[in-house]
């Protein structure tokens, strides 16, 4: 069973930065893809980075220059989050796909203006 853990989020003022951490256990196949989605309150969830088990790296228009994705030891995932607006306020979900897609249970960021 594959789960997945996030942390780090916050409250922080505009301009200000967040790192989110994803740690993940269970069995991850080698050949993945694991990366951070959003969702703000009234709209739907929308893919903000991903990052392949080759390190190819994917990021959403909004947030190109100001996050980066990143992996560490045992499938872990990191979000550098700069440079913060108030619209990048939402919840955040971790994620993983290989054979199946796997979710956290999301982390929570207010950006105030």
């Known amino acids: 069973q594959v789960q997945l853990v996030e942390s780090g989020g916050g409250l922080v003022q505009a301009g200000g930065s967040l790192r989110l951490s994803c740690a993940a256990s269970?069995?991850?196949?080698?050949?993945?893809?694991m990366g951070w989605y959003r969702q703000a309150p009234g709209k739907s969830r929308e893919l903000v980075a991903v990052?392949?088990?080759?390190?190819?790296t994917n990021y959403a228009d909004s947030v190109k220059g100001r996050f980066t994705i990143s992996r560490g030891a045992k499938s872990a995932v990191y979000l550098q989050m700069n440079s913060l607006k108030p619209e990048d306020t939402a919840v955040y979900y971790c994620?993983?796909?290989?054979?199946?897609?796997?979710w956290g249970q999301g982390t929570q960021v207010t950006v105030s203006s």
């Open positions: 990052i392949t088990s080759g390190g190819n």
């Open positions: 994620y993983a796909t290989f054979s199946n897609t796997y």
């Open positions: 269970g069995t991850i196949l080698s050949n993945n893809a």
